[in-house]
């Protein structure tokens, strides 16, 4: 596979998985995405598919963590992180 290709199915594998999130009428939050995406990953049986839930996790993951640089915090549950650069 190519590397197109590997973001392309990891594009795919996500979006299954806010559809799954959506017709389940679970919220959709990145924390519900990647829990999903988790289950996902330990229920596929193609290596493929397993890599491409791993990399949509991380993608989500990369997205909080830039969003907590941007915004200098975020929510974690029901705590809220905080980084060291401030918004004023």
């Not at 799954?20 to 996902?40: H, N, R, V, W």
């Not at 830039?66 to 915004?71: F, I, L, V």
Request: net charge negative; aromatic share 8%; hydrophobic share 40%.
């Amino acid at each position: 596979m190519t590397r197109f290709d590997d973001k392309r199915l990891t594009d795919i594998v996500l979006g299954e998985a806010i559809l799954a999130l959506f017709s389940e009428g679970d919220p959709i939050t990145p924390y519900s995405l990647i829990e999903k995406l988790q289950c996902m990953a330990v229920s596929e049986k193609m290596a493929f598919r397993k890599q491409a839930c791993t990399n949509a996790i991380i993608d989500v993951q990369s997205s909080l963590m830039a969003q907590s640089s941007e915004y200098g915090s975020f929510q974690v549950g029901n705590e809220y992180l905080t980084s060291s650069k401030t918004i004023h």
